[in-house]
């Protein structure tokens, strides 16, 4: 595609409850980041993939957090037993890999848990 | 900590007219890149400008330029013209030359562009 899309965009989750969140990069795009963003705040930076290689998790928030990206195109990221806390706009970003590359944002998938 | 501060939560600006968001930053590196992203109501963010630590000249891109001070650890973006589409919210950004799409962001502030 065009861009970095992410599905669903938006999800409602009961408490307890586990969610999937899906990012497909920029084809051919190999360094991907996912970060959250809670409400009237900054992203924050949760991990990051350079092909299939998970580089760096040092953001993910705690153990019910789970990010793979198998064939080093699309990637998910899994939440298990979903908190309030978890509440908030994930967002994934591609890059072409090497410094000084831009980096492309998708829409967010924003996840509301009740 | 690797900080980015954006003093002024909030913004206004008359359409045409210029107007410069603020952010400071703190780092220990020497190789590093900063970052002005916008941000919609649609929540994507958009790369306005970049600017890389080791180049002393200023980026510009059409209407907006930054004033990058490296001593100061400070980098605002200037905005001329405004228009009725600059209106978003704006966040400052720092990466690490060796984590580049580790993305270190402020608290945003919000751009109104009064018509």
């Known amino acids: 595609g065009a861009g970095v899309s992410q599905s669903p965009r938006y999800k409602v989750a009961k408490r307890g409850q586990d969610v999937a969140l899906r990012c497909d990069p920029i084809s051919g795009h190999v360094s991907l980041f996912w970060y959250q963003q809670a409400l009237g705040q900054g992203p924050e930076f949760l991990t990051y993939?350079?092909?299939?290689?998970?580089?760096?998790k040092s953001g993910l928030p705690s153990d019910r957090f789970f990010a793979e990206r198998p064939e080093g195109s699309v990637s998910t990221l899994k939440i298990q037993r979903t908190q309030q806390e978890d509440s908030a706009v994930y967002l994934c970003?591609?890059?072409?890999?090497?410094?000084?590359?831009?980096?492309?944002f998708g829409e967010g998938s924003w996840l509301t848990v009740v | 900590a690797q900080t980015v501060t954006q003093s002024q939560p909030e913004m206004s600006v008359q359409e045409a007219e210029t107007v410069t968001l603020s952010c400071t930053y703190d780092?220990?590196?020497?190789?590093?890149?900063l970052f002005w992203y916008k941000q919609p109501p649609s929540r994507q963010m958009i790369l306005v400008i970049r600017q890389e630590a080791y180049k002393q000249q200023n980026a510009t891109e059409n209407r907006f330029s930054v004033n990058f001070q490296k001593a100061a650890k400070s980098f605002s973006l200037k905005i001329s013209d405004s228009q009725l589409g600059d209106a978003a919210m704006y966040f400052c950004a720092r990466a690490g030359g060796t984590s580049y799409g580790k993305l270190t962001f402020g608290q945003g502030t919000i751009l109104t562009v009064h018509p």
């Open positions: 780092t220990s590196e020497s190789d590093y890149y």
């Open positions: 993939f350079q092909n299939e290689a998970q580089l760096d």
């Open positions: 970003a591609s890059s072409a890999g090497s410094s000084g590359n831009t980096i492309y």
